[in-house]
């Protein structure tokens, strides 16, 4: 499915309240809108727009239970990184969860995080689960697909220091927050690369109290960006 | 499906990982194993042990995956809530899917929280993708369903302050948690329920710095429950 996707350079978007918030952007192009009678947003005037059947929609839906219109979005065009607007960026090592990717970027966007920048290993931000999950934050998020390690050295050149969660680091409620951070998140289940941990300059862990051995890699990143906020 | 769990009082637990960390617990009886040749496990000598081939297996398990082995688990016998024993309380309203009560499961064994309390609209305990994502810790809590409203009453008897997350309540940075709190958790969609609205003695607010409206009932818990060990 990413292979057409990034062929036609289009994905999808499903459902009222995100198709509605949709309309909303400006980053984003809509190629086309499919909708039942029922629908009842408004549609921008230059949208190509369809209006299908319940049973139409069901066959072209990626959802359990369709609700009402599907979008088709062009990829929107790629964003200079810049370093000097933020104070955290959010790395993602190897993310390959679309639920967990979803629910990181609703989080981020929920603690003010501007930018979002994850491993080409990192499942794709327009897998259709990624979109639905993050309750459109997508829309709001600047998300980059770059080489980590590159990212993270001109990180570096630009006065951030890398933070790493891990099981093995200093205890969270105990870190202050340089003024420029990248916290570095590793994949489910094999953590953070070797070639990122060589680079980091402080590894952080949420202090653990019971017998759980881990903790969800979007759960660790709400938690993280929590105490930054509070701290900060 | 929980009507036949409740009908036979049995539940299911699949996968290396999770049937091996059964059985090293004593609260869980299994009623018997179904495996694949290829399970190594150590199984109690005790247990009724079947095994199945591949396909088989695939027949009778939940799992897109089928991972080698399938317990069949009787329910645990209710324990009686000690309040005297716990400093935190979670209380949960009607929360509705499987992998978020899974998850609030997992962090909050994480975070060393000994009882939650669901409410009987709350998605059951042995769904078994409550038991997949909640990776074993559901063997490791006191977990009860209860009438919130009677247990509220129950546990404000006992000294305990009521706190709920809501959107409008006191920032969460600025709480000091009270010497015994029960943290009441509401629905994904619906928030806390207004009988219980009407018990608490402070609603508590997760600081927004974005424009995603909400944040996800899971992340929600692991945050405050965070904080609340910072602080504690």
Same mark, same amino acid.
């Given at each position: 499915?990413?292979?057409?996707?990034?062929?036609?350079?289009?994905?999808?978007?499903?459902?009222?309240?995100?198709?509605?918030?949709?309309?909303?952007?400006?980053?984003?192009?809509?190629?086309? *809108?499919?909708?039942?009678?029922?629908?009842?947003?408004?549609?921008?005037?230059? *949208?190509?727009?369809?209006?299908?059947?319940?049973?139409? /929609?069901?066959? &072209?839906?990626?959802?359990?239970?369709?609700?009402?219109?599907?979008?088709?979005?062009?990829?929107?065009?790629?964003?200079?990184?810049?370093?000097?607007?933020?104070?955290?960026?959010?790395?993602?090592? $190897?993310?390959?969860?679309?639920?967990?990717?979803?629910?990181?970027? $609703?989080?981020?966007?929920?603690?003010?995080?501007?930018?979002?920048?994850?491993?080409?290993?990192?499942?794709?931000?327009?897998?259709?689960? *990624?979109?639905?999950?993050?309750?459109?934050? *997508?829309?709001? &998020?600047?998300?980059? $697909?770059?080489?980590?390690?590159?990212?993270?050295?001109?990180?570096?050149?630009?006065?951030?220091?890398?933070?790493?969660?891990?099981?093995?680091?200093?205890?969270?409620?105990?870190?202050?927050?340089?003024?420029?951070?990248?916290?570095?998140?590793?994949?489910?289940?094999?953590?953070?690369?070797?070639?990122?941990?060589?680079?980091?300059?402080?590894?952080?862990?949420?202090?653990?109290?019971?017998?759980?051995?881990? /903790?969800?890699?979007?759960?660790?990143?709400?938690?993280?960006?929590?105490?930054?906020?509070?701290?900060?």
């Amino acid at each position: 499915m990413k292979k057409y996707r990034d062929l036609n350079r289009l994905f999808v978007v499903e459902g009222v309240k995100l198709v509605n918030e949709l309309f909303e952007q400006s980053a984003f192009k809509i190629d086309a *809108v499919f909708h039942t009678p029922s629908f009842e947003g408004a549609i921008p005037g230059s *949208v190509h727009t369809f209006q299908i059947t319940e049973s139409e /929609l069901e066959r &072209i839906s990626g959802l359990k239970n369709p609700n009402k219109v599907l979008a088709v979005v062009k990829y929107p065009a790629p964003v200079t990184i810049d370093y000097m607007e933020n104070n955290l960026v959010l790395l993602l090592d $190897r993310v390959n969860d679309p639920g967990n990717l979803g629910t990181i970027i $609703r989080t981020a966007d929920w603690f003010g995080i501007r930018q979002v920048i994850a491993s080409p290993s990192t499942v794709d931000l327009f897998n259709p689960k *990624v979109i639905q999950s993050s309750m459109g934050a *997508v829309y709001r &998020i600047q998300y980059h $697909r770059e080489d980590l390690v590159e990212t993270c050295q001109q990180l570096q050149a630009n006065d951030f220091q890398l933070m790493g969660a891990d099981l093995g680091g200093k205890n969270l409620y105990e870190v202050d927050f340089p003024a420029k951070t990248g916290l570095i998140m590793g994949s489910e289940s094999h953590g953070i690369s070797d070639e990122l941990q060589k680079l980091i300059d402080l590894s952080i862990t949420i202090p653990q109290f019971g017998q759980t051995e881990s /903790l969800n890699v979007a759960m660790a990143s709400g938690i993280i960006l929590s105490h930054y906020k509070r701290n900060g």
